[in-house]
């Protein structure tokens, strides 16, 4: 098992910055890949983008340039940076990790709502 455990969100203002970071423990040597995905009430889930653990990067073409998805020393650590947030970015964010032979992301962490708002 691997428990995956998101920090960082809150109220942030227009134009403001935020970094969220996400945690897995456990079984986390088995971890291949760790993402990011946003939810709003209403909407479809939205994947934002993952880092594998080789180090490689994708983040989504809709926040490219103001979302950076990254990795701290510890390859259980990973971390979204967010830029110039908007309005539109007000949902819960998500951390998730792949562990093959999985094909799909299978440990997902609880959220962190993330609000923005003057």
């Known amino acids: 098992q691997v428990q995956v455990v998101e920090s960082g969100g809150g109220l942030v203002q227009p134009g403001g910055s935020l970094r969220l970071s996400c945690v897995a423990s456990g079984r986390a040597f088995a971890i291949d890949s760790m993402g990011w995905s946003r939810h709003t009430p209403g909407k479809e889930s939205e994947w934002i983008g993952a880092?594998?653990?080789?180090?490689?990067?994708y983040v989504t073409d809709s926040v490219k340039g103001r979302f950076t998805i990254s990795r701290g020393r510890s390859k259980e650590t990973i971390y979204l940076q967010i830029n110039n947030l908007k309005p539109e970015d007000t949902a819960v964010y998500s951390c998730?990790?792949?562990?093959?032979?999985?094909?799909?992301?299978?440990?997902w962490g609880q959220g962190t709502q993330v609000t923005v708002s003057s």
């Open positions: 880092i594998t653990r080789a180090g490689s990067t």
């Open positions: 998730a990790a792949l562990t093959p032979p999985s094909p799909q992301y299978n440990y």
